[in-house]
């Protein structure tokens, strides 16, 4: 049996990555490294243009009505380019509102997430493991707290965030203090978010508090592992390239048997990795029962052959890997950051022990 993408889905990432081309060149993630907003939202513009924010969004609302694989290949395309700004945010709030909400609350949201009107921000990390002092909690029909690690907050109008009753809100992102975190990777922007008596709309179509909001941040996570595979397979693509092109005692370094060895190493690694996102979305899509715990391996397994493509295609470059001239280190941080995103690999790796029975 052949599992392999259709025409339709090679045509969708062919088609974000022509526009990413344009729309995320490799000064553009610099200036978005440098704190230009302007890049991201450009990035973000782009992408709403071509309906990537509707994708999740069932087609009786307007949206496109497709799954988490074809998401899945946009989230790979965008970290492939490095590319600032996105719609994760979008795409969560989707699976969030078509689990968690009302028929009233679906037919609000989800037409405005599909055209773009309503930009959200995601706010779900403590839900996934909270610091001391985090949390967002109600009192009194108030979300009050703070949330560590926001995406998407640039250009948000709303904050998708979960109590820690494991309820999902949805608040105006003016009615939040925002702000913004330095992290490791500067191709995104991060905020701390603080809730002060903020009022959100509950989310009240689910029974069962906390399974919509685990369901969404399933499905932020393994968007999180397409991403980083996308941004292994371009630095596994540019150590080729500059070990075919770089000479050393009158050969390629990639004449030697060592570096060969090197870029094998990581092509190997990385097909593998594709074919567990590309199952573990598949299996979420068709409804299969052990799709979190598939959603689990994939992130865990792609943060460690992230980690292994980033440092073996640096050294594949010598000391020009260091440098931002080559620029390898956008995609080397942004691999970093989706490591820890929503869980490190330790973390879902428990969590997949005990969706099996085994802790």
Known sequence: ME???????????????????QAATLDQVRAAAAGDSGAGAGVTATLADMGVPSILVPDAHGGLGLGLLEACLVAETMGASAAPGGCLGNMVAAVAISLAGTEAQKADWLPRIASGEAMFALALAERTGARDGAGVHVDHEKLNGKSLFAQDFSGAGHVLTVADDGTLYIAAAEDVTATALRTVDRTRGFHELTFDGVTAERLSGENEPGRAADAAIAAARLLLAADTLGAASTMLAKAVAYAGGREQFGRPIGSFQAVKHMCAEMAAAIEPARALVWQAAHGWDIGVEDAPLMICLAKSHL??????VARTATEV??????TDLVGLHYWFKRIGANRQLLGGPERLREEAARLQGWA
Do not use: N, P
């Not at 599992?3 to 990413?20: E, I, K, N, P, Y």
């Not at 943060?303 to 292994?308: V, Y």
């Not at 470059?317 to 260091?322: D, I, Q, S």
């Open 317 to 322: 470059h010598g000391g020009m890997g260091f």
């Open 303 to 308: 943060a460690e052959i992230g980690t292994f």
């Open 3 to 21: 599992f392999a993408l259709s025409d339709d889905q090679t045509m969708l990432q062919s088609s974000v990555r022509g526009a990413l081309a």
